[in-house]
């Protein structure tokens, strides 16, 4: 009785602990993406291209694949390869999407301060 009891409260407090708050890198950029036709994307309405070994995780932290995603516009945090090719990408919960401010640029990025432990970007 006593093990089914506990067994209980453990299942019940589960979702709980699947709800981890997820922490970005500091070159994560924030912008608009939309996916016209598998590789190829807006991200800030400008025409780009997924990177070769890209990922693009849910707001629960699944992975998504692309096509899947045709046609959507999506609030994300974004990094990009050397060539600027979208690498990770991160769809944003509406909780997410509403820390601000968030940098759009790398030229924000490198002005601003991060936080890691806050996940909080401050202009100087």
Do not use: H
């Amino acid at each position: 009785m006593f093990r089914c009891a506990l067994m209980a409260a453990v299942l019940a407090a589960a979702p709980a602990f699947a709800q981890n708050a997820r922490t970005f890198p500091a070159n994560a950029l924030r912008g608009e993406l939309q996916v016209v036709q598998p590789p190829e994307v807006l991200l800030n309405g400008q025409p780009a291209r997924l990177a070769p070994c890209s990922r693009i995780l849910g707001p629960t932290n699944l992975l998504q694949l692309s096509g899947g995603l045709v046609g959507q516009r999506f609030v994300v945090n974004y990094t990009a390869d050397q060539a600027g090719q979208p690498l990770m990408v991160w769809i944003l919960s509406p909780a997410e999407a509403a820390r601000q401010p968030w940098p759009k640029t790398p030229a924000e990025a490198s002005g601003w301060l991060f936080d890691p432990a806050a996940q909080a970007w401050t202009k100087p």
